[in-house]
Each structure stands twice: as structure tokens, then as C-alpha cells.
């Protein structure tokens, strides 16, 4: 994989102390870019910013929550002091919740919303002013496999995944008349990171089982083939990128299957 695009290029990662943002940062950094990684775990973030300049890179460790705009506008001030300006944000921040919509009351919905659509905006709306000014711009959010079709046990989630894909396709639609910033979707299928474990659920849901299911069932691809496909899909502009055989058939089936997609994934499935 060349990562060549990313060379001496100001990258901001938030959600980089784990998974697949770690993932991603560590290959930043050995890619020459100067890597902005944002977490809200200290230590973590702190760690791969150590990994990444014990190997000769360039990294700044910033703590904040992501969907915190007026600490998001201070992050992204620091970052224009610090590096001079800001070429690609990779809003990758969120949390897997679980629950339907019968376990799951509002203020379960304004979690799952926050952590995973309001990451998403508080971010891109610290950043949109200073990357419309690079020659070369990306922003991409993290969205899912739960972005692309709607199944039962996981409606907070799957809203606020659906939701930052329609953020996203808006963005790039207003982006139009910036031609120098590309705008990418990701839609991650099952990955192997810790992400079952640090789930929010709604009151009377087993997060335990829920997060065994996960890891023996749903986790498919390993976090640095995630990290991968993506770097390389932010690099060449593309709209969509979709991660793992399990987010492609999510995607075909939505599209051949129109509103009976969940009777076709069955099928599949089972077949
Ligand atoms: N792992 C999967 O199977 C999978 C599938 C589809 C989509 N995704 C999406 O990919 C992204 C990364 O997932 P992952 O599996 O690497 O997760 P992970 O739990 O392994 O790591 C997420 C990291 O983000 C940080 N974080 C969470 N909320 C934050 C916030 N508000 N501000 C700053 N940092 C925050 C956490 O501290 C952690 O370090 C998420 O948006 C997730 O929804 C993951």
C-alpha cells in the first residue's frame, strides 16, 4: 500500500487511542504525515503519539471529546498553531450501542447520537474553515455497515449511523465549490478491536453477551486492513468506502432489495 499521498500532510484522527484510529495513526506516521490524534482517553493517545515519535514521526496527542464543538475549536486552533494548517480530518470517534427501539428510551438515543453523529459534526465544523484551504483536502467520517441497512436490536446506533452518512453526503454535496476537498463516507463491516467492550447499552440488556456475540459473529476484519482500506480510499477521494465482505453484501442487498433487504440478508445467510 502506498501511503505517499500523506507525506509532510497535517492529518487529524480523532478516536486515535484504540482500534482502528490507532491503526491508522501508527501508519500516518510512518507515511510522513503530521498526525493530530484526538481521544478522550489520556493515556492511549498519549502511548501511540510516544510510538509514533520513538519511530522518528510526527505526532501531537490532543484530549477531548470529539463531540465537544467548543473544545473541538480549541483542538483544531491548537493544531493550526502547531502545524500552520489542516489538510485531512478523519472523524473516526464513536461507540457501538445496544439496544432496540423498545429497550432503548430518548435519552439512549441522544447518546448514541451524541457520541457517534454529534463526534461527527462538532469535529468537521471545528475543521471545515482551515481544510477548505488546503490544496489537497479530505474529510471522512466513520459511519457502518449499520449505515447502509437497519436490522433489529440496534435502532440508537443504526440512527446515528445513518445519520452521519447523510451528514456526510450533504457536506460533499456543499463542498462542490471547494474541487481542492474531498469528502468520504466509511462503512466498516465487522472489526476485530475492543469496541464490543466499551458499548453503551439500554437498562435491562446483557452487554456482556451482546459484546461475546459481537466478537465471535460480527468481527471479521483485522483493525489494520480496516485502517488499510480506508487510508487508501481518503487518498484517492473516493465518496464510499466500504470494509469487509460483510459491508459489501449489506450494501448489494440494500441496493437489489430495495425495502425487503432483510428477508434477501437472511436468505443469504442462512444459505
Ligand atoms: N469495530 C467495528 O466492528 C466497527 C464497525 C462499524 C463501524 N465502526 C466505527 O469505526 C469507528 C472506530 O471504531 P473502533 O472499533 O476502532 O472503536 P474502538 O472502541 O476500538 O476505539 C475507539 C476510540 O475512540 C475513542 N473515543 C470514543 N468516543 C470518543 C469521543 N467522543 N471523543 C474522542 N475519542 C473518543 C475511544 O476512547 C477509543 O480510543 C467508530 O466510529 C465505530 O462506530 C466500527
Redo the contacts with the bound molecule.
Sequence with gaps: MDLGFYAGQVVVV?????????EMAVRLGRAGAKAVL????EG??GEVAGEIRDASGRALAMV????DPDRMNEVAGETVREFGGVDVLIN?????FYGGVAESDMADFETAMR??FG?AVASTRAFLPHIVKSERGRIAN?????GLIGLAGAAPYTAA?FAVRGFTESLRSELRTHPNVAVSCVY????????AW?ALAAAGIDARRAAERFDRQ??RTQ?GRAAEIILNGIARGHSRVLIGADAILADAVARVAGGQYERLLRLVIRG
Excluded at 477531548?64 to 463531540?67: F, G, T
Aim: proline letters at 4%; charged letters at 20%.
Design positions: 480523532t478516536g486515535a487511542g484504540a482500534g482502528i484510529g490507532r484526538v481521544d478522550v482517553d492511549r493517545v477531548a471529546d470529539a463531540a473516526n470517534a464513536g461507540r457501538l457520541a457517534n463526534a466513520l459511519s457502518s455497515a449499520y449511523k466498516p463491516g465487522g472489526v476485530k478491536t475492543g469496541i466499551s460480527v468481527a483493525p
